[in-house]
């Protein structure tokens, strides 16, 4: 090989060097090929809107009507069964280990401050409810308003609604989250109530998988 085709060949590797290093740094081919394209960002997904109250309530009413008859067919299968109380002890067991796990569960530490500058420390547990404890959400929210929930003010349905959740599917909460005759503290109430309604929110979806 003479100096020539040497210097032919050292001039092609350095064009071939020039040529793929503008296609790294732009991502566009040189001279004729082709070149890998950026990589596209998947678009965003849309925040999923939050239920309204009145949503929440005739989304539990109709639960509840549907509960309703399940119950009467689930009476007449247990009606056959010969060992119904082996049968409440697995659904029993089961439950225990529902509520038992972390995952299943709200938690948040709150602080309370008195009139007089005096702070306490609480913790709301809760969990997501099942089945029948949607039904007995709501009957409670029923007992409350004593059946006039569609005519109360919106602030009012929804705290009677935070109640029903806070007896049924609270696991650890204030007495005076459940028992209206000592419920003042509305403001702390209202925000563990929120704050649960959020983690609802992304749990359940969850649970569709």
Do not use: C
């Not at 939050?50 to 539990?60: E, F």
């Not at 549907?66 to 056959?80: F, G, I, V």
């Not at 709501?138 to 009677?160: H, I, K």
Request: proline letters at 4%.
């Amino acid at each position: 090989m003479n100096d020539e085709q040497k210097k032919a060949i050292e001039e092609m590797k350095k064009a071939q060097a020039q040529k793929a290093a503008i296609e790294r740094k732009t991502g566009r081919t040189a001279r004729g090929g082709s070149a890998v394209a950026p990589t596209a960002k998947a678009p965003k997904k849309p925040a999923k809107p939050k239920q309204t109250t009145d949503q929440r309530v005739k989304q539990l009413e109709e639960q509840l009507a549907k509960q309703k008859a399940e119950k009467n067919d689930l009476k007449d299968q247990l009606s056959k069964r010969t060992d119904i109380k082996s049968y409440k002890e697995e659904q029993q067991a089961l439950n225990d280990i529902v509520k038992n796990n972390d995952d299943y569960h709200f938690a948040k530490e709150y602080t309370v401050t008195s009139g007089n500058g005096k702070k306490q420390k609480i913790v709301v547990k809760m969990h997501a409810p099942s089945v029948i404890e949607q039904s007995d959400i709501q009957q409670e929210y029923a007992d409350l308003t004593r059946g006039r929930g569609s005519g109360f003010v919106p602030m009012a349905s929804e705290l009677f609604l935070a109640i029903a959740y806070f007896r049924v599917v609270g696991d650890n909460v204030p007495k005076w989250f459940t028992d209206v005759e000592h419920t003042y503290r509305t403001d702390i109430l209202f925000e563990a109530w929120g704050d649960y309604n959020d983690w609802l929110d992304d749990f359940l979806p969850q649970q569709s998988h």
